[in-house]
């Protein structure tokens, strides 16, 4: 899978989780709580539900320290 | 100040000028991006509280007049909150997660003359309907700015300009001084309005609960855009001469425990939807860390598990002290104590000077039950200082709460025969979620507002880290497909409107939803179908046979 699959698949994701985001303008570098407001639920859903798509589970402690979709992807492709 | 006036700043605040108290640290503020603390004394604070009070005044902002905060946990806010009360006005928080709907109807209930805000919230949840609404005369940004947008004015400079000196109002006992707005099963949100009076339940029970002492490190981690924040993450810490450490980040497990580690935390008041987060991240965490400070941790929002308490034991060494209030009682009145023996499970015994009862409703009152063990609705026994003194143009509702000399409190809960509470759940269809309370109503109307949604109905769903989360219930008028895109449609514009703390995290079509024969939605009924509960008495179902 290359970074675009990769992103097209956790964005997908993501909007089933916050489908109020505008993917077309995504900025995969803003901060997800602050542009795009999604609270601490959210981000734990969105791992469960990149682990079930991608059968890569995130320890919480790392997920923890990731911000923006831009540090997801870059987890997410070291691992697969 | 003498003459049986008061005002809760200067209990807070001004009171400490003349003590070891005023160089102490009251904010140690940790800002999102770095984990160096900024320290502010109790003089500093006071003197930027007074400077707050000061842009009031010069702006005409009458004492009685309503002041709203939206805002991060940032140091000017809570120089806001208090400045607020020094110059007599009274104070609301508003949750900064809230969506704009939330937010509009609050203002529309409490009608502010100013809203305190920053520029990045101000332009998403406010901007475009502040002025559709009449009341607010000013809009303060309290982040540092390079420039006010139009219609709003840059606080932060005039808090710079201003005087720092500033004579705190004295206020009668029964003058308003907080407005917290919590929900209803139905109708709009209720605004729960408290006195300068309060102040006296909040040193007590900051004191004798949660053990503060003059110089204690302490930690509140709920938002002060709540009641919980207000209470125990300004005002109680402050009139008992603690440094609260504050932190602008949202949860993060190893952030926090490395701030109980390096700020060397004393006491620590937290909630039962970040015990059960930190709880799933085990255990290598926590004893990585020196947590050898805690002297004192507490927990309120909503039952903490009692496997929860033992994981505290367990794992931090200490028990977690659950506690039981509401945003009407405006303060904590059941609680385990550190002198008692925690029961894990239970919310404690009250707290001294508040008498609690267990009752059951009756069609001329209420009748206490004396036997142990029995379930009944939580009363308490009206006068305490932080009592709401009323509901915002709600009279009718606000008589109806009481019962007699008995506050009602709409939770059901037993008392074993050694006198400790224990709770059992709601007595309305009110959701708790993260320790939130969620009106279905206000959740339902906006579902309501899009085109294809013939009915809604809104439910609390047990979640194992939340408790509770938002799940709707959703008919379709004809011709609209039930399909995946319109149920994402509906989510996006519920959290586009309402925010992610309030809108529901799963929505189910429906072909029909369980009506009374007047028409209600029969939440009750929809919960009982998803858990699979016994349905109850359902005749006054739609549909059924007399």
């Known amino acids: 899978m290359n970074r675009d699959e990769l992103r097209n698949a956790v964005l997908e994701e993501l909007s089933g989780i916050a489908p109020d985001i505008d993917l077309a303008s995504f900025d995969d570098n803003a901060n997800l709580q602050d542009e795009y407001d999604l609270d601490s639920m959210d981000a734990l859903n969105l791992a469960e539900a990149v682990h079930k798509r991608l059968g890569v589970n995130i320890p919480d402690q790392d997920y923890a320290r990731m911000h923006c979709i831009a540090e997801l992807l870059d987890y997410l492709e070291k691992k697969l | 100040m003498g003459n049986g006036r008061l005002n809760i700043a200067f209990e807070a605040l001004d009171r400490h000028m003349d003590t070891e108290t005023a160089e102490r640290t009251a904010i140690r503020f940790l800002a999102r991006d770095s984990e160096t603390p900024v320290d502010i004394s109790y003089r500093a604070l006071n003197e930027r509280a007074n400077r707050f009070a000061n842009v009031l005044l010069d702006l005409g902002v009458k004492p009685g007049e309503r002041v709203y905060g939206l805002a991060h946990r940032i ?87 201003a005087s720092g000196d500033y004579a705190t ?51 509140c981690t709920a938002d002060p855009g709540w009641v919980t924040g207000t209470s125990y993450g300004i005002i109680a810490p402050l009139t008992n001469g603690v440094t609260m450490v504050v932190d602008e980040a949202e949860f993060d497990a190893e952030r926090w425990y490395r701030i109980l580690q390096n700020q060397k935390v004393a006491l620590w008041y937290t909630a039962p939807t970040a015990i059960r987060m930190l709880i799933k991240l085990g255990e290598e965490l926590p004893r990585a860390h020196d947590l050898s400070s805690l002297r004192f941790m507490a927990s309120v929002g909503e039952p903490l598990n009692p496997e929860a308490v033992i994981w505290g034991q367990k794992v931090l060494g200490l028990p977690f002290h659950d506690n039981w209030w509401q945003t009407e009682t405006g303060g904590i009145m059941i609680s385990n104590y550190a002198a008692l023996e925690v029961r894990p499970g239970s919310m404690g015994k009250p707290v001294p000077g508040v008498e609690a009862a267990v009752a059951r409703r009756t069609e001329d009152g209420i009748e206490l039950i004396d036997e142990p063990n029995e379930t009944g609705e939580l009363v308490l026994k009206k006068g305490w200082p932080s009592m709401f003194r009323g509901y915002l143009h709600q009279e009718e509702k606000y008589r ?142 739609e549909g059924n046979r007399e």
């Open chain 2, 169 to 219: 109002r004295d206020m009668a006992p029964e003058d308003p001084a907080l407005l917290h707005f919590t929900s209803g099963t139905t109708g709009k949100p209720k605004g729960a309005l408290h006195v300068h009076d309060a102040v006296i339940t909040h040193h007590m029970t900051g004191r004798y609960v949660l053990d503060m002492h003059p110089g204690d490190i302490y930690w």
């Open chain 2, 400 to 541: 109806n709460s009481f019962s007699g000399d008995w506050y009602l409190t709409g939770d059901l809960a037993r008392r074993d025969a050694d006198g400790y509470f224990w709770f059992i759940g709601r007595d309305d269809d009110v959701i708790k979620s993260s320790g939130h309370l969620i009106g279905p109503f206000e959740v339902e109307s906006v579902l309501l507002e899009h085109p294809a949604v013939a009915e809604a109905g809104v439910i609390g769903v047990p979640d194992e880290v939340a408790g509770e989360t938002v799940k709707a219930f959703v008919s379709l008028k004809p011709g609209y497909p039930p399909d995946e895109a319109l149920r994402k449609e509906l989510m996006g514009q519920a959290r586009k409107r309402l925010g992610p703390a309030v809108a529901p995290r799963h929505i189910e079509f429906r072909e029909d939803l369980p009506r009374t024969r007047s028409g209600k939605i029969m939440r009750r009924l929809l919960r009982a179908r998803e858990l699979g509960l016994p349905e109850g008495d359902t005749s006054t179902l």
């Open chain 2, 75 to 161: 140091p000017d806010l809570y120089a806001a909150v208090l400045g607020t009360l020094k110059h007599g006005c009274v104070f609301t928080p508003l949750f900064s997660a809230f969506g704009p709907e939330p937010i509009r109807q609050r203002v529309e209930i409490g009608e502010p003359a100013v809203l305190v805000t920053s520029k990045r919230l101000y332009q998403k949840k406010v901007a475009d309907w502040v002025a559709e609404t009449s009341s607010v005369r000013h809009v303060l940004l309290i982040d540092q700015l390079d420039e006010a947008p139009a219609g709003t004015l840059d606080a932060t400079a005039l808090m710079d300009a």
